[in-house]
């Protein structure tokens, strides 16, 4: 999978631009990711421990990271890795429910997605 600019830049740890409304922005980069994941066809992936699955995966989990350390301050550090995956995982899920629902719109995945997000900035302070 090609990484946008952006995304690379967020994955090596960099702050994130801060142009448009932080939601949008990072509603538009899970958006591309869903896009890009949508032609994936659900089957066993017998080769998931191979080392190029596991980088993307390490790279996805930084963005998150990245992005969860510039509009979300206040996570306990131990914590961001861990949540990092979280929002990987469920981004990446809605991406398989999508598959089994083509007829709905991206939109609704997007809202979905960042409902997921604005809950886990919403725990913050806690």
């Not at 990092?84 to 999508?98: K, V």
């Not at 083509?102 to 997605?113: F, G, I, S, T, W």
Request: one cysteine or more; aromatic letters at 4%; charged letters at 35%.
């Amino acid at each position: 999978m090609a990484w946008s600019r952006r995304g690379r830049r967020l994955a090596q740890g960099p702050a994130v631009e801060r142009s448009g409304s932080r939601v949008r922005a990072e509603a538009d980069e899970r958006r591309l990711v869903v896009e890009r994941l949508r032609p994936v066809r659900r089957r066993s992936c017998p080769g998931a421990r191979k080392a190029g699955h596991r980088e993307l995966q390490r790279r996805q989990r930084a963005t998150d990271v990245a992005l969860l350390r510039e509009y979300v301050p206040g996570l306990p550090e131990a914590e961001l890795e861990p949540l990092g995956e979280a929002i990987r995982s469920s981004l990446y899920g809605l991406a398989l429910w999508w598959l089994d629902r083509p007829e709905q719109p991206r939109e609704v995945l997007v809202r979905a997605m960042v409902r997921i997000t604005r809950g886990l900035a919403a725990t913050a302070g806690d």
